[in-house]
């Protein structure tokens, strides 16, 4: 038995000072400051601490192939890194490689998942529909695999056809589960890009130009068509404009049950990293936008326009990024950010911007929670909720530099940013993993997490 003194625990919907008693790795209750507790449990002291839920990262590859390329990291990797930058449950994907079967993918990505250092859930993916699609969906839906990764780009690899993507929402909605999907229109895309080889390049310093945002606005407007003729829940990943999120947000008010997701380096993060030195460690898909559209982003995080913030965490390093870096359409995609999610976000928009804490609690842990099926279980701090607990200390002032981090690369697109707010020590199942910013405790205890059926009945009723 432990109880967490003296802190200020910050919860979705409210925060205050509050001490917290955990037995068996889970919350116990929540206590009125200094309350007597059986006097043998071990005491953690909070003081001048916020004690937050672990973040919950509702988009992170672990391991994952693209083309020529697999992502850096292994679930123990991937993990440490999570719980040092505080965050205690990933949600990874299953992605088929061509000609493989979403089950066969689920059932091989799970198992890499056994030294985890903090607890993880999958979602699976669909990019062709034949007549064994909708038994499979069943039986993953039945292991608490219940969220469905859908792309309407990368053609050739996972892209899906509008048939494809409705009939999986049909049979998803119908299971309990969501598609999550990768709004990009390949034609755009693809257009864009043989024109800027044949004009103003095609390296990594023209990233914007291949993918512009009309690719990303075209393609929500499209999937959101099909998600209302189905009534299915959707949402939609790494949303990198204020036009694209906005027209999920008009969906909501049409009664819609659709939801927003972005991810840290969209919110942080601006195209003038195309301009500078080694512009192939910024290739994202969808790309950095332009200052301009960073800032007005980052306003729906105060409307509440987002529901979660995501890392979209891809764990290649420099010599990888720089392989194809003469030629885009040949790169391995994505940003390693696992560990360094929460703390720009805090930093940026809670210690800048005036996020309260409970929003950013809310969009990196308890709404992530909710929309993946793992709440109350996991996102809040309420008794016989898991006991994954962060105390960040939210005045230390820090400076991000890649020899300090854990993640499986030798970069970060962070490299040299002064921070405010860290994680300093992390509960995982009750137990202390990083004390004051160092590895106690690296026991794999990582659990392979069940998502319950999403509560959105008919897809239009509860919303997070
Ligand atoms: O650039 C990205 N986002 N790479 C990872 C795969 C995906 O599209 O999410
Ligand atoms: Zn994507
Ligand atoms: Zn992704
Ligand atoms: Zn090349």
């Not at 949600?91 to 998942?113: H, M, N, T």
């Not at 909708?134 to 892209?159: C, H, N, P, S």
């Not at 043989?194 to 990303?216: K, L, N, Q, W």
């Not at 790169?331 to 360094?340: A, I």
Request: proline letters at 5%; aromatic letters at 6%; one cysteine or more.
């Amino acid at each position: 038995m432990k109880v967490i003194r003296g802190g200020t625990l910050v919860e979705s919907n409210w925060q205050g000072p509050a001490d917290l008693l955990i037995d068996d790795g889970r919350v116990v209750a929540v206590l009125a400051p200094g309350a007597d507790v059986d006097p043998a449990a071990e005491v953690v002291d909070a003081t001048g601490k916020l004690v937050m839920p672990g973040g919950v990262d509702p988009h992170c590859h672990v391991g994952f192939t693209s083309g020529e390329f697999t992502s850096l990291d292994s679930y123990r990797e991937c993990t440490t890194a999570a719980v040092f930058g505080g965050t205690t449950t990933i949600v990874d994907f299953a992605i088929p490689r061509p000609g493989q079967s979403p089950l066969d993918a689920a059932e091989q990505q799970r198992q890499k998942a056994t030294d985890g250092l903090c607890d993880s859930a999958l979602h699976a993916c669909v990019v062709d529909w034949d007549d064994t699609t909708a038994d499979q969906l069943a039986t993953m839906a039945q292991d608490g695999i219940r969220t469905v990764k859908m792309f309407t780009t990368y053609a050739g690899e996972t892209m899906a056809n509008e048939h494809t993507i409705l009939k999986t929402m049909q049979t998803t909605r119908d299971l309990g589960g969501m598609v999550i999907i990768h709004c990009e229109s390949d034609a755009i895309v693809t257009d864009s890009q043989t024109t800027a080889a044949a004009t103003a390049g095609i390296d990594a310093a023209h990233m914007s130009v291949t993918r512009p945002e009309i690719a990303e606005t075209a393609a929500v407007a499209a999937i959101l068509a099909i998600a209302e003729s189905q009534d299915a829940p959707v949402y939609f990943v790494h949303q990198s404009t204020a036009a694209a999120v906005e027209l999920v947000a008009d969906a909501r008010t049409r009664g819609l049950v659709a939801f927003t997701e972005s991810v840290a380096h969209h919110l942080i993060l601006d195209d003038s990293a195309y301009g500078g030195e080694n512009p192939e460690r910024f290739v994202c898909c969808p790309p950095l936008r332009s200052a301009d559209a960073v800032e007005e982003l980052g306003q729906h995080l105060f409307t509440g326009h987002i529901t979660t913030i995501g890392s979209d965490h891809c764990c290649y390093d420099t010599a990888q990024k720089e392989v194809h870096s003469h030629d885009v359409r040949h790169m391995p995609n994505g940003l390693p950010g696992v560990e360094t999610r929460l703390p720009v976000i805090f930093s940026r928009y809670v210690r800048d911007s005036n996020l309260t804490a409970s929003r950013f609690v809310e969009l990196t842990s308890t709404n992530p929670a909710k929309t993946n099926g793992l709440f109350p279980r996991k996102g809040t701090l309420m008794p016989c909720a898991d006991a994954d607990i962060a105390l960040w200390d939210p005045d230390v002032e820090w400076t991000v530099d890649v020899d300090a981090l854990h993640m499986a690369t030798d970069y970060t697109p962070y490299q040299g940013m002064t921070l405010r707010g860290k994680p300093v020590t992390v509960l995982v199942g009750g137990k202390i993993v990083v004390q004051d910013g160092e590895l106690v405790d690296g026991t794999p205890r990582g659990r392979h997490l069940q998502a319950a059926p999403l509560d959105f009945e008919g897809g239009r009723r509860t919303q997070v």
